[in-house]
T-cell receptor, first 114, second 114 residues
Framework: AQSVSQHNHHVILSEAASLELGCNYS??????LFWYVQYPGQHLQLLLK??????LVKGIKGFEAEFIKSKFSFNLRKPSVQWSDTAEYFC????????????FGAGTRLAVHP | DAGITQSPRHKVTETGTPVTLRCHQT?????MYWYRQDPGHGLRLIHY???????DKGEVSDGYSVSRSKTEDFLLTLESATSSQTSVYFC?????????????FGPGTRLTVL
């Protein structure tokens, strides 16, 4: 079965530091890849997604992610984090034609200190 | 934000009692999903629906049933609640299963089973 691994469960950064969150998936076929963010007390919001084309995907709030097929990875990056980026980040994958069922990683909790 | 509401938003119940959670959407989207969120597990799919009266099981469906008699409502029922079903439950909707479409999430229901 498809699975998603997020290597960092908790990340603590200072403002202006660079961020990279790891995500690996297990399926060898064609996949769609997503990063969602959950701010404290709020529902999940889509940050960005990849389904085809340029493997470097830009999302909202200055986030980007790179799909590396050979490494089964879809890491999330931001060059300079802000306190407002404090949230939990989830990587997810689905299989095309599979009713859009999402398989999520366990999440990475990011705390940004001023 | 997508027009998704969940009710109740918080519920405390006792082991063995039946519980029904409601997801209501105003977007007329065809696809609806129920996920549960638990620390260390991310979100896991319980059940999903691909049309009125069309539902199927997800990864963690044991102990749960669903019904969809109208496009706008997707009900999740715990026939006899157990402590292991203490969780935050999220409903999601999607207009289609095309990769260009986004899955939108509701605000969540926090359920505690004592």
């Amino acid at each position: 079965a498809q699975s998603v691994s997020q290597h960092n469960h908790h990340v603590i950064l200072s403002e202006a530091a660079s961020l990279e969150l790891g995500c690996n998936y297990s399926y060898g076929g064609t996949v769609n890849l997503f990063w969602y963010v959950q701010y404290p007390g709020q529902h999940l919001q889509l940050l960005l997604k990849y389904f085809s084309g340029d493997p470097l995907v830009k999302g909202i709030k200055g986030f980007e992610a790179e799909f590396i097929k050979s490494k089964f990875s879809f890491n999330l990056r931001k060059p300079s984090v802000q306190w407002s980026d404090t949230a939990e980040y989830f990587c997810a994958v689905n299989e095309p034609g599979g009713y859009n069922k999402l398989i999520f990683g366990a999440g990475t909790r990011l705390a940004v200190h001023p | 934000d997508a027009g998704i509401t969940q009710s109740p938003r918080h519920k405390v119940t006792e082991t063995g009692t039946p519980v029904t959670l409601r997801c209501h959407q105003t977007e007329n989207h065809r696809y609806m999903y129920w996920y549960r969120q638990d620390p260390g597990h991310g979100l896991r799919l319980i059940h999903y629906s691909y049309g009125v009266k069309d539902t199927d099981k997800g990864e963690v469906s044991d102990g749960y049933s669903v019904s969809r008699s109208k496009t706008e409502d997707f009900l999740l029922t715990l026939e006899s609640a157990t402590s292991s079903q203490t969780s935050v439950y999220f409903c999601a909707i999607s207009e289609s299963v095309e990769p260009t479409d986004t899955q939108y999430f509701g605000p969540g229901t926090r359920l505690t089973v004592l």
